[in-house]
Each structure stands twice: as C-alpha cells, then as structure tokens.
C-alpha cells in the first residue's frame, strides 16, 4: 500500500481517526472481549458508586461489633452474608465487607488509571523525541530505559513506602512511582514506531513543504501514534493495578483506613480457614479485573495491529 500523502489541510489520512471505530470493533469481535468489557465497565461503575451503593446497602465503613459472634467472627453462615450485608463482614472489626471492596475497587482503578495515564504520558513524550531527534538524545534515552527496566523496582517501591512520611498521600505516591517506572516500555514502543514513520513519505513531505519540527511531530507523526499508544495502555492497565495490589499486601501501599483490595487480601489470609469468603470476594474482584483488562486489551491490539488481521 502507497504511503499516504498530505491532504489540502497538511495532515496525512491516518489509522488514528478510525481509532474510536476500531475500539468499538474490538469489543464486538469476539464473544470474551465483550464479555470483559462489560465486567470493566461493572466494577467501575462499583468503584465511582461505591458511596451510594454502600447507602442503598445501608451500611458503611464504619466498626461494628453487633456483627459479629462471640469468637469474633462473623454472626452467621458464609461470612455473615445476607439481606443486610450482601458480601458479608470483616472478622474483628464486623466492617461490612461491601463497603470495603467497593472502595477497594476506587483505590486500585484511580492507582492503576493514574499510573498507566502518567507513565504513558511520559513515555509517549520521551520516546517520540527519542525517535524523532536521534542523536545523543536518543542514546541517553535507550540507556536510561534499559538501566530502568533492569532494576529491581519492586524493591525499591518496598523501601520507599517504608520512609515516606504518613501525611504524604498514598495514592499520589503510588501513582508517581509506577508512572516514573513504567514508562519505559512505553517509550521503547512509541520510539519504534516514531522511527519507522520518520522515514515515510508522507513526513518527507511535510518537511519539504516547509513544516517545522513541532509541526511535523504534532500533525504527521503524533496522530499514527494513537493505535500503538492505546494499546500498550490498555495492556498496562492491568499489571499496574496489579503491583498496587501487591504493595498494599505486603503493608507498603495504601495505608488504613484507606481500603484496599492488596490489604484487605493480606488481612483475609488470616482468616482463610475459619471465614474463607473473607478472602473470596476481594481476591475475585481482583482477579476479574485484571483478566477482563487483558482480554480486553488483547482485543484492542489485534483490532489495531494491522499485522495482525484483527483489524481486518
């Protein structure tokens, strides 16, 4: 296929205007991917409504001990679950449960959403210079991107937990660590795709007719970014709230009061023997939506990756 050439207006027909379309399109190919994004679309629906779904629930976060047996427990089969408590409650405390993987599911989507939207902000920018400058810009960006990408992160995200001061917010600091983390692999894809279309001709063009650089990278090149860019985002998605959840388990993350589905899992281990679906509710809400983030990113990806042939 003949590269694209400037329209009347300066900018190429590109890929990235039908991306909408092709996002609707990978929803509806397959049975699964639909499936997924309905189940995103639930649990964000929980996290933004968690606060009125704990009201019509008619319970709250708040402790009480009226919900529990003599031992501590839960009152009640399978947790306490019932009319009045539809996930149950939380031994110790009788916290309804509810409540707590509602607002669990607000923490980990603004901590993965935040984090996946900064480090691909960041990658997208550093990459796309990368690509389009060269030069010892471009080395010092592949250098620091591999240095990045080998070094044990988790680690340091453990430590760095451990001495932040308590009145720093928790999610901000979670957010800027795995943004400053993750966009390196961002960055690898958008500067490969930046230098293959340096050397189409539609950008020769453009430069040829007198386009500056910030035109050319606004107008030319950004714009065939968007289907690699939504990609790599959505597959990011999900391991982001992933290491959210895992920081928060091993007591570093997100800290009381503040709910969390990584704490609350860590919390639930105790208890697996004596009230199992303690453990159940939050670790399948976790599990469901970083399967249902995949599946649906894999949708994405073959629908917009025209070597695939899902987008065909």
């Given amino acids: 296929?003949?590269?694209?050439?400037?329209?009347?207006?300066?900018?190429?027909?590109?890929?990235?205007?039908s991306v909408p379309a092709a996002l609707w399109r990978a929803i509806r190919a397959g049975r699964w991917t639909l499936v997924c994004a309905i189940v995103v679309v639930l649990i964000v629906v929980?996290?933004?409504?968690?606060?009125l779904l704990t009201l019509i629930e008619g319970q709250s976060?708040?402790?009480d001990i009226r919900n529990l047996g003599p031992t501590g427990l839960p009152a009640g089969p399978l947790g306490g679950i019932g009319g009045a408590h539809w996930f149950g409650v939380e031994p110790l405390t009788g916290i309804d449960l509810f409540a707590l993987v509602s607002h669990g599911a607000r923490t980990s989507l603004l901590v993965g959403l935040g984090g996946t939207a900064l480090a691909t902000l960041l990658g997208v920018l550093i990459g796309a210079s990368a690509g389009y400058l060269?030069?010892?810009?471009?080395?010092?960006?592949?250098?620091?991107?591999?240095?990045?990408?080998?070094?044990?992160?988790l680690i340091f995200m453990i430590a760095l937990g451990a001495v932040a001061p308590v009145e720093f917010p928790r999610q901000l600091l979670l957010i800027v660590v795995l943004g400053l983390f993750g966009w390196p692999r961002v960055a690898r894809i958008v500067r490969a795709q930046?230098?293959?279309?340096?050397k189409r001709d539609f950008v020769s063009a453009a430069k040829a007719m007198g386009g500056g650089p910030w035109h050319v990278f606004s107008r030319e090149l950004l714009p065939n970014l968007w289907a690699?860019?939504?990609?790599?985002?959505?597959?990011?998605?999900?391991?982001?709230?992933?290491?959210?959840?895992?920081?928060?388990?091993?007591?570093?993350g997100v800290l009381p009061p503040t709910p969390s589905w990584g704490r609350t899992i860590s919390t639930a281990i105790d208890f697996f023997q004596t009230d199992p679906m303690y453990l159940i509710f939050?670790?399948?809400?976790?599990?469901?939506?970083?399967?249902?983030?995949?599946?649906?990113?894999?949708?994405?990806r073959d629908t917009l990756d025209p070597r695939s042939g899902g987008g065909r």
């Fill in 1 to 17: 296929m003949p590269d694209p050439l400037p329209s009347a207006a300066g900018a190429p027909p590109t890929a990235a205007r």
């Fill in 228 to 252: 690699p860019i939504i990609v790599v985002a959505s597959l990011s998605i999900p391991s982001t709230i992933g290491s959210e959840a895992a920081l928060s388990f091993l007591g570093v």
């Fill in 46 to 51: 929980m996290a933004v409504a968690a606060d």
């Fill in 282 to 300: 939050p670790g399948t809400l976790l599990f469901l939506v970083t399967l249902a983030f995949n599946v649906v990113g894999d949708g994405i």
């Fill in 194 to 198: 930046t230098l293959t279309l340096s």
């Fill in 61 to 63: 976060l708040q402790p």
């Fill in 134 to 153: 060269g030069g010892w810009w471009d080395r010092v960006v592949s250098w620091t991107a591999d240095v990045i990408l080998g070094f044990p992160y």
